[in-house]
């Protein structure tokens, strides 16, 4: 162990000037590309599934009409468009960008060391997960077309075929959401391993930056969690496929048996995703308040006490399941018990801002707005977390507002943070800051108008699962037109506006200024290196002689103080 | 492909890296393995009439495989003692003999199967056959994957290199054995 720990860290020559662009870009081990790679993707699969929201949603506002660049929506098109964009939207989109994407690109450099500590397994999570993303786009053009029994894929009607209707569909759905997971248990594998045994010399578990640490509790939490999904997709397989009736009540089985399994993998799934965020947050507001963060071993402490209570929330999303009343009593009380936790770190933030000097960059905007939106939709969980009101509110919009406005902080708002943030060391070029604000603001109007009516829209008693409301004569009432239509009216205009990231994203990364070092000031190692970093990332290896959060302190000219700056 | 990073040879932990994975692989099959074995034993609690079922299943032929694989384990512990002296051509052997048992347990479970499944117990005669050919298939195809990782493992210890493998390759067919031992009383014995 000691030669290990002591040998001199000295890069090898590397063979990699003239590997050609197929190795260089769709071959390499290298723990910078793959998290491109999976930005890339997860950005891509974001707006296929924000066109199906936009195609969807104008069947809501305006049923039967010939919706632009789509054309008529059917019943059956429409269902396959819902559950394919939750899919993507949590599988393909939160997944590989906030996690794999963030985790690729950050560890290794927080960590200071040149890779993954297995840069092979890496590229095989990868290409794995690409194939699952084929697998699924695959999946709409097969006979019946795609999925369309919900994300949550519910038997008996994801497992047999004369209910979904997309027999061939449903079973490539299945696949595609096996493959991912097998893609990020790799992944994960390598997140914790590279933080737990690759930190730079001098880097003590609690000097890590906390954007390492929740990104390694989230591949913790996906880790312990996901096993009974793996199972139990293979059993939903064999009752697709091959006759048998795991969750067929008349052979035997139970259909609550998927929902227990989906579950217990679908809660801490929230927080598999949210941790990342909450990091990346973490990250931008301790730099752009140049204050220390307030309670760091604290939000730690926080971080894992919530991850050990997501094992045990799980049924609160079956209250209407048919589940055992008594049972139901004791998931209200530990679901009520995990937003605990989660105010407490959204209170560390906010403590960690107060008094700070406050730079209302584009990357420290997104941060605010993710706290402030988020708390809305954890606030509004603790209504559906509570049996008794579930009741009442389950299968109606409010339960889409709220995880709307859960999910759409992690998965848009703190990815957005994070690029904005990290843009200049992943392309070595500044983001333009008015066109960010321009799209921030145009981006964060529409969101609330968007999901806000959607919330009294459910407390009316609007159904989620309805493909043509003039049917209902009782949810066909103006007031409720008008809602729809304020819903879709911002989404379209909020679509409209990524237009600007996109051209902000292609015409900075090719003609931004040049990024030095260190734009922002920040203390973290990743900001010692190069913009962009080279292949191995240093040149010589850096030590670590203090936390990350090192900001203003008294008695210094600056007011950051490098990790790796000798005392 | 030979050239290894710097974080590879890393160790804040003072954990050897590999072996430190191959406790995280565990974790994630615990899991798996879990998710199965705990809805097969909630299923089987609530209909009694499977034991019937079960009763079908050839006990001795069960007990015969759990010596096979035990035993195998211990050749896996015997190579890692050999590693450990640098011995690797020794080493080698000893897995090419767990190898031998895994292929050993696999034979009789498909004598088993085939027998099984001739008498109309097949994946979906009920309740029970589809949890009995899940569970022990899922075990299957992790043997099946373990003997080939063996076979890579023992053939670089054949020439004294990557020795440090051959015991991150036995605590995977521990699991694998251990995941045996909750599955034979489990399909085999209960009544």
């Known amino acids: 162990m000691a030669e290990i720990a002591h040998a001199p860290e000295h890069h090898p020559p590397h063979g990699h000037a003239e590997a050609n662009w197929f190795i260089k870009y769709l071959w390499s081990t290298d723990h910078k590309v793959i998290a491109l790679q999976y930005m890339f993707t997860g950005m891509f699969m974001a707006m296929i599934a924000g066109f199906m929201a936009y195609v969807f949603r104008m069947q809501i506002a305006y049923p039967g009409m010939n919706v632009p660049f789509f054309g008529r929506v059917s019943p059956g098109a429409y269902n396959a468009l819902i559950t394919n964009h939750g899919s993507i939207m949590v599988f393909w989109v939160a997944m590989p960008v906030l996690l794999a994407g963030f985790g690729n690109f950050l560890i290794p450099l927080m960590c200071g060391c040149d890779d993954m500590v297995f840069p092979r397994i890496n590229r095989l999570s990868y290409q794995i997960f690409l194939l699952s993303a084929l697998i699924l786009i695959a999946s709409w053009f097969v006979p019946g077309g795609g999925f369309g029994g919900a994300w949550t894929a519910y038997p008996p009607l994801s497992a047999v075929g004369k209910y979904n209707l997309t027999p061939m569909g449903s079973s490539m759905w299945v696949t595609a959401v096996a493959l991912e997971f097998v893609a990020f248990l790799l992944g994960g594998i390598n997140f914790i391993v590279t933080a737990m045994n690759a930190r730079a010399p001098g880097m003590r578990a609690f000097d890590t930056p906390l954007a390492v640490w929740m990104i390694v509790v989230a591949s913790l939490l996906f880790m312990a969690s996901v096993g009974p999904l793996i199972a139990g997709a293979v059993m939903l397989l064999f009752d697709q496929n091959l006759g048998t009736g795991f969750y067929n009540p008349a052979r035997g089985g139970d259909p609550i048996l998927w929902q227990h399994l989906f579950w217990f993998f679908g809660h801490p799934e929230v927080y598999v995703v949210l941790l990342p965020a909450m990091g990346i947050v973490a990250e931008v507001i301790t730099v752009f308040a140049r204050k220390k963060m307030f309670g760091y071993k604290t939000v730690i402490y926080t971080v894992v006490a919530t991850g050990v209570l997501s094992f045990f929330v799980w049924a609160h999303h079956q209250f209407v399941a048919g589940i055992d009343p008594r049972m139901a009593n004791v998931f209200t009380v530990t679901t009520v018990i995990i937003s605990i936790p989660i105010a407490e770190m959204c209170f560390l933030y906010i403590a960690t801002l107060y008094g700070g000097s406050i730079r209302f960059t584009t990357p420290m905007l997104w941060a605010l707005a993710f706290i402030a939106e988020f708390l809305i939709g954890g606030v509004t969980g603790i209504y559906l977390g509570a049996s008794g009101a579930d009741i009442f509110f389950h299968d109606t919009y409010f339960v889409v507002a709220h995880f709307h406005y859960t999910f759409y902080p992690i998965a848009i708002i703190g990815t957005l943070a994070g690029i904005t943030f990290w843009f200049p060391k992943i392309f070595g070029r500044m983001m333009n800051e008015t066109l960010g604000k321009i799209h921030f603001w145009g981006t964060i109007i529409p969101f609330n108008f968007i999901f806000i009516p959607m919330f009294f829209l459910g407390l009316e008693g609007e159904h989620r699962r309805i493909y043509d409301y003039t049917n209902f004569p009782d949810l066909a009432n103006p007031w409720a037109v008008s809602m729809r239509i304020t819903s879709t009216v911002a989404l379209v205009v909020m679509l409209l506006f990524q237009f600007v990231f996109l051209f902000n994203f292609i015409y900075s990364w090719i003609r931004g200024p040049k990024a030095e070092k260190n734009p922002w000031r920040s203390n973290t190692l990743e900001w010692t290196a190069d913009s962009p970093p080279p292949h191995g990332n240093w040149r010589e290896m850096p030590t670590v002689y203090r936390g990350p959060y090192e900001y203003a302190t008294p008695g210094r000219d600056t007011d950051y103080w490098p990790q790796d700056e000798r005392a | ?191």
């Open chain 2, 1 to 191: 492909m030979s050239v290894k990073t710097i974080a590879t040879q890393r160790a804040s932990m003072n954990i050897p890296t590999g072996r430190l994975a191959v406790w995280w692989v565990l974790v994630s099959e615990i899991v798996i393995f879990g998710g199965v074995l705990v809805s097969y034993i909630m299923h089987r609690l609530g209909h009694p009439e499977w034991g019937e079922q079960a009763a079908y299943t050839n006990m001795w032929l069960g007990a015969f495989n759990t010596l096979v694989l035990l035993s195998s384990s211990l050749s896996a512990v015997l190579a890692h003692q050999a590693a450990e002296q640098g011995n690797g051509a020794k080493a080698a052997r000893l897995l090419y003999l767990t190898i031998l048992g895994g292929l050993t347990f696999l034979i009789v479970k498909s004598f088993e199967w085939t027998h099984e499944i001739r008498e109309g117990f097949t994946l979906q005669a009920g309740g029970f056959w589809s949890y009995y050919y899940t569970a022990a298939g899922l075990h299957a195809f992790h043997v099946i994957a373990g003997m080939c990782v063996i076979a890579w493992v023992a053939n670089s210890a054949r020439k004294n290199q990557e020795l440090h493998r051959v015991e991150n390759v036995g605590i995977y067919w521990h699991f694998v054995d251990i995941v045996w031992i909750f599955l034979f009383p489990l399909l085999y014995i209960a009544k």
